[in-house]
């Protein structure tokens, strides 16, 4: 620590931090925000049962939780391959 | 009417039992009548924040327990008549509170007829952190304008909208606010510290109280006053506009600017 160091400035980081955290609180809340704990489980269960019968693609599988006027809804949407192809079993 | 207020941030050391402590003198100042209760199971601190830790016979798990009554477990407080202690235990287990138990305080504080209880949350987002939470109408979240308190406290927002009575209830859910709290106004103004108007933006949240970056926080816990007591500190008029403000009232922030250096200071420094 030599006497420069008096003079020396820390760097102005502050809008650093608010960049990243700007991006990481919306990732975040955008993984939370999506409804409750649950529901990245139950699309993954409800994924396997699925295929048992058709093949889907994973990202076919869209679990949602709305509220609509003061009621949650449990949405659920899964887009069948063009022609339905039969599971391996 | 009895409105419960959890203190609340996440990360730990930010200054909640601080925050608390100076929000319960504050309105108890004005004449509320207000119990602040400990929520932090094995690390009992508030106690000394108050400068009651002497006087701690009976804690929260007691009554919880059966030990004793509530009334026996309240300690009041030697400077305002109507400001009452409740002190966590100092047992090792983790389960010591329960649901029903904090309910059942809650309950018998109201019926008793006290207008504000303060809830002093652990660190953390454990069972204690929830219960300290679970049944407050409001939230004053504190939070340094640092990163990964502010990270925190958002999670924590997470929790206060989702796992909470009122959140539960549908009916509004906790009332928040941000209080920020180790501010310093000159590295903000040379952009090393993120402003107040930055951590706003980012959380989305009310502003309640600013409070600066002052020694004096350390010299009233060494001694046992809360900082708002001492009347000529910063951090003391920043906190009493904050009760201001969570009473309802409208105040201008404060110690929120680099104040302007006179000739002499210029000169000679200070």
Do not use: W
């Amino acid at each position: 620590m030599g006497l420069l160091a008096l003079f020396r400035r820390s760097p102005p980081t502050a809008h650093v931090a608010k960049e990243r955290l700007r991006i990481i609180v919306a990732q975040e809340r955008r993984a939370r925000g999506g409804g409750p704990d649950y529901l990245p489980l139950l699309r993954r269960e409800l994924l396997e049962v699925i295929r048992k019968y058709v093949n889907v693609d994973p990202d076919a599988i869209q679990v949602n939780v709305e509220r609509e006027e003061g009621q949650e809804v449990l949405e659920l949407s899964v887009a069948l391959p063009e022609r339905s192809a039969v599971a391996p079993s | 009417m009895t409105e419960t207020i959890v203190v609340t941030s996440g990360k730990g050391g930010v200054g909640k039992t601080t925050t608390s402590a100076s929000l319960a003198c504050g309105l108890a100042r004005r004449g509320k009548k207000v119990a602040v209760i400990d929520f932090d199971i094995g690390l009992r601190n508030l106690d000394l924040i108050m400068g009651c830790e002497r006087r701690v016979v009976y804690d929260f798990v007691n009554v919880i327990n059966g030990d004793c009554t509530l009334k026996q477990a309240l300690i009041k407080d030697k400077r305002f008549d109507t400001l009452f202690v409740l002190a966590a235990s100092q047992t090792r287990d983790k389960d010591a509170l329960t649901s029903e138990g904090v309910k059942k305080v809650l309950d018998d504080l109201s019926a008793d007829g006290f207008e504000y209880i303060i809830c002093d949350s652990p660190a953390g987002i454990e069972k204690g952190a929830h219960l300290a939470m679970y049944f407050a109408d409001r939230a004053v979240v504190v939070v340094n304008p640092e990163v990964s308190s502010v990270r925190d406290s958002d999670r924590i927002l997470g929790l206060l909208a989702s796992k909470t009575h009122r959140a539960e209830q549908g009916n509004g859910g906790v009332k928040e606010h941000l209080l920020l709290t180790r501010y310093s106004p000159k590295r903000v103004e040379t952009g090393e510290m993120m402003s107040v108007s930055d951590v706003q933006e980012i959380l989305g949240l009310d502003v309640v109280g600013v409070v600066p970056e002052s020694q004096d926080v350390l010299s009233a816990s060494n001694a046992g006053t809360p900082v708002i007591l001492n009347e000529t500190s910063d951090a003391s008029q920043a906190y009493d506009d904050a009760v201001s403000r969570l009473l309802g009232e409208q105040r201008p922030l404060r110690f929120t600017d680099v104040p302007k250096k006179g000739f002499f200071t210029r000169m000679f420094g200070g």
